[in-house]
């Protein structure tokens, strides 16, 4: 009796093996992941593209780091800037502060000295008004001596002012000021500690004895209406 049909008898196994790997595709068989060995070194074209990558990589980051760079540098200038803001806010402040309140003192002081300086030149003008008025060619005997007593008072009122003024412009005495300082009154320091007792005593004489010549002149004057 003859066995059972096994259609697997008339199938060569060899053929099928050999027509499989002649039909693989070529891109398997192009494909150095199905052919390469793990364990084997890189090739050229390997290496090749490697070093392209790297290269492409290290331009980016060149490019990146050369960004950075110019952002640092511009933040570092806007601090500066910043800095140099408010420091010479700050200086400027002080600065203006401190030389308005020196300025204003100083206009100040101006300002009265002036004063006194203009009043002091309006005594000496009337001073010297009243003694060129004095014309002795004008009097008569009979008003002489009260007209000379007159003129012996304008003329020393007009010394006491005279005085009065030198002690306080010593510009006046022929005393140069010292370089840099404003002319001040003395009568804005202690003019008397600066002298001795001698010239305090004449200085009292000078400010004291027109007084005495008025009151001698007043008397002269009631003696001859007698």
Known sequence: MSSAYDPSDFVDSDFQ????????????????????????????EEVE??????????????????ELERERASLEELRRR???????REEMLNHLTRG?????????????DAEQMAKTVADLRAALDKVQFINEQNWTKDDYNLELTRALTALEHARMEWNSARLKYPLLSGQALEAGSPSQ?????????EQDMAQLCRLGLAMTWPLAVLGLGIFLLLLLRK
């Open 17 to 44: 093996e050999a027509r499989g790997t002649v039909h693989r595709p070529a891109s398997q068989a192009a494909d150095p992941s199905h052919q390469a060995d793990p364990t084997r070194p890189p090739s050229r």
């Open 49 to 66: 593209i490697k070093v392209g990558e790297t290269q492409q990589k290290l331009v980016e980051l060149r490019r990146a780091q050369d």
């Open 82 to 88: 910043q800095i140099e803001f408010q420091t010479g």
């Open 100 to 112: 308005l309140g020196l300025l204003e003192e100083s206009e100040f002081a101006a300002r009265r």
């Open 185 to 193: 009154p003395m009568g804005t320091r202690n003019i008397f500690a």
